[in-house]
């Protein structure tokens, strides 16, 4: 990854801040800023944050503003059909050229999630105020460093199995719920030259981004899916290679015209 | 699988063999009759072959016949932009909802298979009727059973990497090409209850259909991604689960002004 | 897999029928014998079972028997340290030229299981009879045809994670535990040309392998490892190409001293 | 990862360097001393590199030397055979306890690799000079950091399927060879809480350790398998965790018996 800090944009539809009481509370200045907050904490001179939201013109999500983005997080949850679709292209984009991809709790919903994924996201869910405990089943990820075998949540949304995804390239975390669903709760993708995670814990009506494990999951995954420095990727380019690496022994002549894709 | 044959669709755009007199000499009842023999052959009565074509009523894949569809075969080149949105997303549903999908060659750039994948699948490739030779890679799985352990493909269309797809959950078949190139040829996903395999080798002016390995590969492919007799898949659906399995201990009042999707 | 019926042996060390009250009382015969009536109840016509024991000579595991062994079933618990080397040479041998192995609950610390996988095995363990429930994680998987998206074992013995295994090619079961513990209890993993299946349900002191869904499962796990009719791997045999496939520009006079393996 | 320079133990054999006039041309120090130096020619400050040969007491890999080696490199070829079996214990131990793992070209069969692996390891061989040129087939991977999408090397030793090895946790390089083979040269796995990379290019008497592109990859490797700094990993341990971590409502007396592991 690039030698200097690594430049985050936390994206917040941030509508139920605006809307209930509740979430007003627990995070009055927008879950983004919770988010953003805990990065510093972690990462301190690491990391550049900034945030945007999906009132802000183009959503935040300008040209410019994804070009100067190493990391996007995204959160989302009541409006999601209102994320507008040359936005989310643009950020599919982004993420198979590299920029890495955080999506956070209700943003499994989301449309950039679920066209990077292909399936349909859904999951069981209750609000119950129950208990989660989240295992690790993979000390060897570097999203674990300085965690212990096991994180609890004492009041959380479910989100219960089965989670339509595809099997994920690296599972960290299963979730346990007091009332008896599990959850693959932190999973990893690579789409193109980019890496998604997901991480399942958040709701707005829990004070959850204040979690500091949380918040330490959340550091180590920006650190993980940080954009490299550079890429052959061709971001679907689909280059004919007409004078071959090696040479072929067949005399054929090309029937050009097949070729108008 | 169910009890009977397995119920197979063969899907063509059918375009070249319109328009292109050597894919008319190769092909002449057109690619997906090629293919279809070459399940009949190999499968006999554990099979029903049905074909379909871009110029049907809904492309052929009407909710009835896919209702009665088990595998979906694929194939596309030159039309993929003139495949209805509203059918790929009846295909995508059924696949998801269990339908197998056999993609085959220039199909990696059909509607259907990147909306699965959620990348670009693009690929490099070139035209020198170059050979071939697919190397297995996965001697356990059932889609190489009864082949040896590299197959030859004398005059191919070369597809090289990177080829934009997801890491597959098995790699099943790797490509050497004459002129330099390597491709991931044989890859299988699975997308919610359904099973997805790409295989490359295929092309209008070459007779790939009619390889004895080829068929074999195609066949085998057939009952390994063949629906299941039931599944307890959602579909979409993220159902709310009010009654816990196990007790919940906290108490709570849940604000149900949020959870409006 | 072979036209005939699929020839299984389940293999028990059969050492806690002897030696402890309540293992006789539910499992009068032997687990064994519990785990074979389940295959048939299932499989029918479709699976020849036979049963062998650590006491017998060779363990009852001779070359003979795992020749016309297209499954091995295990079955182990007190007494893997008992298992003779050359018989876990043997029975790894005949896993990667194809033969199908079920590793079940206890299993997990078998010598074969762990030499297969490379790690330690470990996992956290208590009896306390609590109540296991396991998920669905796989619905497209072959291994949960006919099953609901969960089931659910009364009484059992909890096995917690982290379980130190290599990640899992296909994982199809989550389990939770009453007592707060999360697993990977349904696991496959491609080695050679054979595939493992490993299951955790499964304690001598509890009527598990009575259980219509923990059969069903088992059952389609036979089917699912069962060892396909031919394979061109060559067993740890590491040929000398050398005649190339293709040719050589390079002029180049191999120094055979360096290659004595 | 620790905050200081990463702790590298470069590990040979080096016996062809002793009995081999080609090879002591040349690696005239050893094949360890030119991987060695190509770490410290990327990565600078942030490698501390020390190298172990065979004929060292314990291999010059004592308990000390590992406990201060957050990566092994391990290089062997015709002496696999003469590594102490209580040494292999101890590597395999500290890789699982998070220790990164290097093995390059002909390390494919050291006992390590094929404890690891849990499979024969073998592959088809050659040497014809041939070229091979490796493509890349996962930009999102950090090992390929700063690399172009192939790398080419004219002459070396040919590494041919089927590689017996597990399907990699990400495969990142396969390998095209001008003689018609294709191979899968760099490749992660998971092991407990370590990471192990194989990659394919060396040979004792090709200046391949001297190819920027190989120490490129070599360098990145060692950044991304280096030991985390702390893990909860138990390595081994099976705790009883009689105190459940929730409440659990079943009565039941539990069987001491059976309980000796």
């Known amino acids: 990854m690039a030698a200097g800090p690594i430049r985050v944009t936390v994206w917040n539809e941030a509508v139920h801040e605006k809307t209930n009481k509740t979430v007003q509370e627990i995070y009055p200045h927008g879950i983004h800023q919770a988010v953003a907050d805990g990065l510093r904490e972690n990462l301190g001179e690491g990391v550049r944050v900034r945030t945007a939201t999906l009132d802000e013109p183009e959503h935040g999500l300008s040209e410019k503003v994804l070009a100067e983005t190493d990391v996007l997080m995204w959160w989302g949850h009541a409006a999601h059909h209102k994320v507008d679709d040359a936005i989310v292209e643009r950020v599919h984009k982004r993420v198979l050229a590299g920029m890495g991809l955080v999506v956070m709790h209700s943003g499994h919903f989301s449309k950039i999630f679920k066209k990077l994924m292909g399936t349909t996201c859904a999951l069981k869910w209750r609000e119950a105020a129950e208990m989660e405990r989240l295992w690790c089943v993979d000390p060897s990820h570097p999203i674990t460093e300085g965690l212990p075998e096991y994180i ?76 490299k420095t550079d890429t052959p990727y061709g971001n679907g380019a689909a280059p004919n290679i007409r004078t071959p690496l090696n040479p072929i022994r067949a005399a054929h002549k090309v029937d050009e015209s097949l070729h108008k894709h």
Do not use: Q
């Open 152 to 227: 609890e949540l004492p009041h959380v949304e479910m989100y219960g199995e089965l989670f339509d995804i595809p099997a994920p390239d690296e599972l960290i975390y299963i979730s346990w719920f007091e009332g008896g669903e599990v959850f693959r709760s932190g999973c990893c993708w690579r789409r193109g030259s980019g890496k998604v995670f997901y991480f399942r814990p958040g709701h707005e009506t829990f004070p959850i981004y204040y979690d500091r494990n949380v918040r330490k999951v959340l550091s180590n995954s920006v650190k993980y899916v940080a954009k």
